[in-house]
């Protein structure tokens, strides 16, 4: 029977990570991500996805310290930067200068060292790049900052609000791995030919790329938006809904309950909603739009997504929608490197067959 898309097909086993949608669970290397997303930064859950376990004190140093070190560009990636079409999309940017680095120094299989370098890069190509476009000089990296931290200090030039990494580190933590994605599966059928490191996560990036994968929650900060104060949000939704309009933000193709990624970020958005007016309309807009999806769709089962939420965060953040897959792009690439690195361990080339259900010719 063929599954178009490959629907259900189960193509490897895996220790990094479980999607459960029927139960809303999401599990990393054995630990639950709603809670690592409460209590850990970046590096750290980098370190263990990479590794398959939590760094000691001594360790998760060294490993910060090597990739606060490796966040600098060399002047062949600016001039690389520099000289890219204006009108060019940010993917496609990040693409184009972390192939420039595909040299003997990313041979195969994949390492640690290798995952470090095209990790701590991203954020400062993302941050390079976008400032040239606004006519700003370029903020170099400041290596007291933590990966998260360091990326909004590029972005705006300043250190930011302690509540805005925070809400950026739990939302990168989540999306760091979701299983055999589009993208994911992308980046391990490229390293099962034993291809480097950087042609894997090029080729994962063109695959987030594509909107219907890597798609930005602009449909959410609309909404939000358009809803503008607490006051309008029921009159605002119930039209909406009376029009049988869809509420951007709730539902998901996996979970069929509540996304685990939205239940940590709604929490931790809500202990920090007195920082910033943009978490207390989502959480407000939220706690209305649920109980007004089980007036109209009873037994639907639909439930915050966590784009709802990183909209929100986002929003909060005023990064321009054309940074928002981007910004995902730098968490997830942790997963990528993860699955390569699974993928490398047990090679098997990954070689799917098809059908030909076209003519055939006479026979001789």
Same mark, same amino acid.
């Given at each position: 029977m063929i599954k178009e898309g490959l629907d259900g097909i189960t193509v490897a086993q895996s220790t990094i990570s479980l999607v459960d949608g029927e139960e809303g669970l999401l599990v990393y290397r054995g630990h639950w991500a709603e809670e690592i997303a409460?209590? %850990?930064?970046?590096?750290?859950?980098?370190?263990?996805? /990479?590794?398959? @376990?939590?760094? +000691? *004190? !001594? %360790?998760? $140093? *060294?490993?910060?310290? =090597?990739?606060?070190?490796?966040r600098f560009l060399s002047d062949a990636d600016e001039t690389i930067l520099q000289n890219l079409p204006v *009108?060019?999309?940010?993917?496609? &940017?990040?693409?184009?200068?972390?192939?420039?680095?595909?040299?003997?120094?990313?041979? /195969?299989? $994949?390492?640690?060292?290798?995952?470090? %370098?095209? =990790?701590?890069?991203?954020?400062t190509i993302i941050a390079y790049r976008q400032r040239c476009l606004n006519g700003l000089d370029p903020v170099k990296p400041d290596t007291k900052l933590g990966h998260v931290a360091n990326y909004?200090?590029?972005?705006?030039?300043?250190?930011?609000?302690?509540? @805005?990494?925070?809400? #950026? =580190?739990?939302?990168?933590? #989540? =999306?760091? !791995? @979701?299983?055999?994605?589009?993208? +994911?599966?992308?980046?391990? &059928?490229i390293s099962s030919t034993e291809s480097d490191l950087v042609s894997a996560v090029a080729g994962a990036i063109g695959a987030m790329k594509g909107p219907l994968h890597g798609g930005a929650p602009s449909g959410v900060i609309e909404l939000l938006q358009n809803i503008g104060t607490v006051e309008n949000a029921e009159n605002h939704l119930r039209q909406l809904l009376d029009n049988d309009e869809k509420l951007m933000g709730f539902g998901h193709r996996v979970y069929k309950t509540e996304d685990p990624r939205a239940r940590a970020?709604?929490?931790?958005? $809500?202990?920090?909603?007195?920082?910033?007016? /943009?978490?207390?309309?989502?959480?407000?807009v939220e706690k209305i739009a649920i109980n007004l999806l089980g007036e109209y769709k009873p037994g639907r089962k639909l439930y915050t997504n966590v784009e709802f939420y990183a909209a929100a965060i986002l929003k909060a953040l005023a990064l321009p929608t054309a940074l928002f897959t981007p910004t995902f792009t730098m968490s997830r690439v942790v997963g990528w490197i993860a699955n390569v690195f699974e993928q490398n361990e047990n090679n098997r080339i990954i070689r799917p067959s098809s059908l030909y259900i076209g003519q055939m010719p006479k026979q001789i």
């Open positions: 409460k209590t %850990k930064n970046f590096e750290e859950v980098a370190y263990l996805l /990479w590794n398959g @376990h939590f760094p +000691t *004190d !001594e %360790k998760l $140093s *060294d490993f910060q310290g =090597t990739m606060k070190q490796c *009108d060019m999309d940010m993917m496609s &940017v990040i693409r184009t200068v972390l192939s420039s680095k595909g040299n003997d120094d990313f041979g /195969w299989p $994949s390492t640690i060292e290798q995952a470090i %370098k095209i =990790t701590s890069i991203i954020p909004l200090y590029m972005l705006d030039g300043y250190e930011p609000k302690y509540s @805005h990494v925070k809400a #950026l =580190t739990a939302y990168l933590v #989540l =999306t760091m !791995e @979701h299983g055999m994605n589009a993208s +994911t599966f992308a980046a391990r &059928v970020l709604k929490e931790i958005t $809500s202990n920090l909603s007195a920082d910033d007016p /943009w978490f207390d309309l989502a959480n407000q």
